[in-house]
C-alpha cells in the first residue's frame, strides 16, 4: 500500500509512517527508508490504550493509575537488527505507579530526533487517526453503496472523503478545532451558518441580520 502511494503522489510526498508493531518487518523498513524516503516509527506497545484509561476521571483515582515516575533511555544507532539495512533509534519508557508497579515499552524510530521526546509526541498522531477512520467507518455511510459497479463505489467514496475533508479545514479555519471525535451531525451544527449573525451599530440602534442574508445584501449593493 505504501508502495502504491508513493508511485502515484511521488516521492517526497509522506513524511512519516507510523505503524503498529504487528507490521516491524526489517526488510520493508529499509526500503521505506532507502526506496522511498520513509521515516517509520513503530511501537511495541499500545500505548494509545493505556492514555485512554488514565484520562478517565474518578472521584479517587486507583492508585495503579497514578503515575509518580517517568523515566526514558535514548540509544542512538542500534544496528543489531541483521533484516534491517538502516540504523535504528529506541526510546526505552519505564513509568512507575502509585501501587509499585512498572510499565516498559519502547519506541522504535529511523528518524534522527533531536528531542526523544518528539518521537513519543509524533506517534500519538496515531490515536487520532484511528478515531477518524472510526468516524468515517461507523457515520459517514462509506459502505452504504447503491451500485455494485466499481467506478461508481469509488467515485462516492471520493467524494465522501472530499466533503469530510472539507468540513474539518471549514471546522479549523472558523474555530480552529482540531479534535477527531466529531459526527457528522455534531460538524453539521458547528458550521450552521444560519445562528452566525453580522451586528451593525449606528448612533444608538443595532440591527442583527443573518449572516447568509448580510452576505446577499452585500452581494447585491451596487
Known amino acids: 500500500m505504501v508502495e502504491r502511494l508513493v508511485q502515484a503522489v511521488g516521492p517526497g510526498v509522506m513524511k512519516l509512517l507510523i505503524m503498529y508493531r ?6 520493508n523498513i529499509g526500503r521505506c527508508r532507502q526506496e522511498w524516503g ?18 478517565q476521571r474518578r472521584p479517587a483515582p486507583d492508585p495503579a493509575e497514578v503515575l509518580t515516575q517517568h523515566k526514558y533511555c535514548w540509544i542512538k544507532g542500534f544496528n543489531s537488527w541483521s533484516e534491517l539495512p538502516v540504523p535504528i533509534e529506541v526510546l526505552m519508557i519505564r513509568k512507575r505507579y502509585a501501587d509499585g508497579h512498572c510499565q ?28 477518524r477512520h472510526r468516524q468515517l467507518k461507523c457515520f459517514h455511510d462509506l459502505s452504504d ?78
Open 22 to 27: 504487528g507490521f516491524i518487518d526489517g526488510k
Open 38 to 55: 520513509l521515516r517509520p516509527s513503530v511501537l511495541v506497545r499500545r500505548e494509545a490504550k493505556r492514555q485512554a484509561k488514565l484520562a
Open 104 to 131: 516498559e515499552w519502547a519506541l522504535l524510530t529511523t528518524r534522527g530526533y533531536v528531542d526523544p521526546s518528539q518521537a513519543r509526541t509524533d506517534y500519538q498522531g496515531r490515536v487520532k487517526i484511528e478515531e
Open 145 to 222: 453503496f447503491q451500485s455494485r459497479a466499481q467506478n461508481v463505489i469509488v467515485t462516492r467514496v471520493m467524494f465522501i472523503l472530499f466533503s469530510y475533508t472539507l468540513r474539518r479545514w471549514q471546522l479549523w479555519r472558523l474555530y480552529a478545532e482540531v479534535s477527531p471525535d466529531q459526527t457528522p451531525e455534531l460538524m453539521r451544527r458547528r458550521l450552521n451558518l444560519r445562528k452566525q449573525h453580522i451586528v451593525i451599530y449606528l448612533a444608538h440602534s443595532y440591527a442583527q441580520i443573518p449572516l447568509v442574508r448580510f452576505t446577499r445584501l452585500v452581494l447585491e449593493l451596487e
